[in-house]
């Protein structure tokens, strides 16, 4: 089992940044592939960046390419998410998640087997 604990939401303004952190604990966390996945109000829940267990990041959802950075250190067993120039529409929960395996559907939340609670970030004027 691998628990997964996110942290670094909060309420920021249009244009501002936010970094997300997700820590694990449980089995070798390194082995994995970890996502970002975001779930917005009446909205289902959407891939927005991964990184495999070396640290390559898997390609950005359209959304995030240019304003958002995944990493991972790997000694510390905790991933990133820094998320820049915000607007309100990336308003939603966003959870990390980790699977084992390769890279095959990695933009696909039901291919996880491990899921944090969720952090909550509000984007308002």
């Known amino acids: 089992q691998v628990q997964l604990v996110e942290s670094g939401g909060g309420l920021v303004q249009i244009g501002g940044s936010l970094r997300l952190s997700c820590a694990a604990s449980?089995?070798?966390?390194?082995?994995?592939?970890v996502g970002w996945f975001r779930q917005g109000p009446g909205k289902e829940r959407e891939f927005v960046a991964g990184i495999s267990w070396s640290g390559d990041p898997m390609p950005y959802a359209d959304s995030a390419k240019g304003r958002f950075t995944i990493s991972r250190d790997n000694a510390k067993n905790t991933v990133h998410l820094q998320m820049a120039s915000l607007k309100p529409e990336d308003t939603a929960v966003y959870y990390c998640a980790a699977r084992g395996g390769g890279y095959s559907g990695y933009a696909r939340p039901i291919t996880y087997h491990y899921w944090g609670q969720g952090a909550q970030v509000t984007v308002s004027s």
């Open positions: 449980g089995r070798t966390f390194n082995n994995y592939l």
